[in-house]
T-cell receptor, first 114, second 114 residues
Framework: DSGVTQTPKHLITATGQRVTLRCSPRSGDLSVYWYQQSLDQGLQFLIQYYNGEERAKGNILERFSAQQFPDLHSELNLSSLELGDSALYFC?????????????FGSGTQLSVL | AQSVTQLDSQVPVFEEAPVELRCNYSSSVSVYLFWYVQYPNQGLQLLLKYLSGSTLVKGINGFEAEFNKSQTSFHLRKPSVHISDTAEYFCAVSLKTSYDKVIFGPGTSLSVIP
């Protein structure tokens, strides 16, 4: 158990809908990272937050947004969903200081867009 | 921008045989290097990392990797594999100057044959 909690584990929705994925980092970790894993794109970095502030941005679509709350949990919002958004979405956290020397991954949220 | 290449998408190997999973990276500045493993239906977990110092790095489960700066490689090796090593292996890189983003390679699927 990595200590990173992601909910829900599975999510099935329809095209055009909006969903929210939730992540609770390990106790004491200030950084949260979001990744998208799909068969054709592999593991893609989406975005990183550190202590509530956006720290780094990767290949995140404009239809996607994220935030980190004062209690350090993070949410990834996906809107106007398309079939191609079906993927496994991982959250990871890293120890205080924002260094990515070691990421602790959650078990992921499997999103299926029908 | 940095990138990671894993030339072998699938590597089958017999149990107790040695294995090498190849990783090459591209970056104009110094980097940190990582190997992560993903077992079926789980999140990723860190196998080993190279930050500085000795170029031969030992990780968990008997794996080791060697950093070769001139060849920009960080190949992962194990002298004798077990069935339980069957998993997806990801090489990853982050910049020393800005270690916010961890960029992952496409992954290598290791299948250990009994």
């Amino acid at each position: 158990d990595s200590g990173v909690t992601q909910t829900p584990k599975h999510l099935i929705t329809a095209t055009g809908q909006r969903v929210t994925l939730r992540c609770s980092p390990r106790s004491g970790d200030l950084s949260v990272y979001w990744y998208q894993q799909s068969l054709d794109q592999g593991l893609q970095f989406l975005i990183q937050y550190y202590n509530g502030e956006e720290r780094a941005k990767g290949n995140i679509l404009e239809r996607f947004s994220a935030q980190q709350f004062p209690d350090l949990h993070s949410e990834l919002n996906l809107s106007s969903l398309e079939l191609g958004d079906s993927a496994l979405y991982f959250c990871a956290s890293s120890p205080a200081g924002g260094r990515s020397e070691k990421l602790f991954f959650g078990s992921g949220t499997q999103l299926s867009v029908l | 921008a940095q990138s990671v290449t894993q030339l072998d998408s699938q590597v089958p190997v017999f149990e107790e045989a040695p294995v090498e999973l190849r990783c090459n990276y591209s970056s104009s500045v110094s980097v940190y290097l990582f190997w992560y493993v993903q077992y079926p239906n789980q999140g990723l977990q860190l196998l080993l990392k190279y930050l500085s110092g000795s170029t031969l790095v030992k990780g968990i489960n008997g794996f080791e990797a060697e950093f070769n700066k001139s060849q920009t490689s960080f190949h992962l090796r194990k002298p004798s594999v077990h069935i339980s090593d069957t998993a997806e292996y990801f090489c990853a890189v982050s910049l020393k100057t800005s270690y916010d983003k961890v960029i992952f390679g496409p992954g290598t699927s290791l299948s250990v044959i009994p």
